[in-house]
């Protein structure tokens, strides 16, 4: 059986025409650059990013079973980081820690202890510019609209061997991240 | 007269550019490590060798004191408030193959810190005893720090040569 076709009004022609700018604007919307976290946006309000440098591990060096051994933010052996925003309208940064309760040697467990004095951050490496936090509860720092828009975060720990901590090598990971709001 | 499209996309670009602003936040996220070595009981730990350096030949009697950067280091870990009973034993002279250049060896230890000007002399040979203090809740507590240095003499005909020993310490408690 023959079809026919009767073509469209003119309305409807510019409805679907329409219809398809439309959809081609969403659509180069959605192939649009990622903003990337890492890219440069340096003084543009609309393109921010973030870096965090590592610039020390937490060492607590050689250590006895049965006696607690404690590394303060302050301590050259605290791990140290460094935090850098550029672009982007806001100087609010929440920094967040993922803390390891233990520390391990194949097996072997040494449980490592954070308090509310086991982090630090500074807008420089002046030791009484240093603001104390807990770093399992992490912070929210605003930095100086006039200055550079970077941090330093230091983070120390408590290390409680047994007496009878079996001998070896110790190690876990702290995990450092920082939101620009 | 605009045509139905222009409009639609006017409309669709109008959109985007009231629609909020994409970067309304930027993160990164690092590790670093922690890391701790233990030693249990009673322990030495070398933490650098005794190094005289380059000593010209000719030069006689090169000492090298506790103090020095090329002194040797050790930790001795164990229990707190034993004492605990050291005996050092040091080569009558290093050597290179052959070659042998005289060396008198020395030491000296400190109960309480990491600080060498603060060490007090022990003998080389016959064995003594230091106590363990504990030092409570700072860095490397239960810990006695001991310092190899020495002497060397070097001859105007010692021959050119990297000249080794091996110093034994040895500790019970």
Same mark, same amino acid.
Not at chain 1, 62 to 69: D, E, H, R, T
Not at chain 2, 8 to 18: F, K, P, R, T
Not at chain 2, 142 to 146: Q, S
């Given at each position: 059986m023959p079809r026919s076709y009767a073509p469209a009004s003119p309305t409807v022609?510019?409805? %679907?025409? #329409?219809a398809l700018a439309a959809l081609l604007s969403l659509a180069l919307l959605a192939h649009a650059r990622p903003l990337d976290a890492q890219g440069e946006g340096q003084g543009d309000p609309n393109h921010s990013s973030v870096t965090v440098s590592r610039l020390g591990d937490l060492v607590f060096g050689? %250590? %006895? #079973? #049965?006696? @607690? %051994?404690v590394v303060r933010p302050d301590d050259p052996a605290a791990a140290h980081f460094e935090v850098r925003v550029r672009g982007g309208p806001s100087h609010v940064v929440t920094l967040t820690i993922a803390l390891p309760a233990a520390l391990l040697s194949g097996p072997d467990r040494l449980p490592v202890r954070f308090d509310?004095? @086991?982090a630090a951050w500074a807008t420089s490496d002046a030791p009484d510019a240093r603001t104390a936090f807990d770093p399992a509860r992490g912070t929210t720092v605003t930095l100086d609209q006039r200055g550079p828009k970077s941090l330093l975060v230091w983070i120390g720990g408590t290390l409680e061997p047994m007496q009878a901590q079996p001998s070896g090598d110790y190690s876990a990971l702290i995990a450092l991240s920082a939101v620009e709001n | 007269m605009r045509s139905p499209v222009l409009r =639609?996309?006017? !409309?669709?670009?109008?959109? !985007?550019?009231?629609a909020p602003p994409l970067l309304a936040q930027a993160s990164a996220t690092t590790s670093v490590s922690? *890391?701790?070595?233990?030693? +249990?009981?009673? +322990?030495? &730990?070398k933490v650098s060798d005794i190094d005289f350096g380059v000593v010209p030949a000719g030069s006689g009697a090169n000492v090298l004191l506790a103090t020095d950067a090329g002194a040797g280091r050790l930790h001795v870990f164990g229990q707190p408030g034993r004492p605990v009973t050291v005996a050092i034993a040091a080569p009558a002279a290093l050597t290179s193959g052959a070659n042998a250049l005289p060396f008198a060896g020395a030491a000296s230890v400190n109960e309480s810190a990491d600080d060498h000007a603060g060490a007090t002399p022990v003998p080389v040979g016959p =064995?003594? *005893?230091i106590r363990l203090r504990d030092q409570g809740p700072a860095r490397n507590g239960? &810990?006695?720090? !001991?310092y190899l240095h020495g002497l060397i003499t070097v001859g105007a005909t010692v021959p050119q040569g990297v000249y080794t020993g091996t110093v034994t310490v040895t500790a019970e408690q």
């Open positions: 022609r510019a409805a %679907v025409r #329409g050689l %250590v %006895v #079973g #049965g006696a @607690s %051994v509310a004095n @086991s | =639609s996309a006017v !409309l669709g670009l109008g959109l !985007l550019a009231g922690i *890391t701790a070595d233990v030693v +249990n009981g009673l +322990n030495i &730990v =064995s003594f *005893t239960r &810990v006695g720090y !001991l």
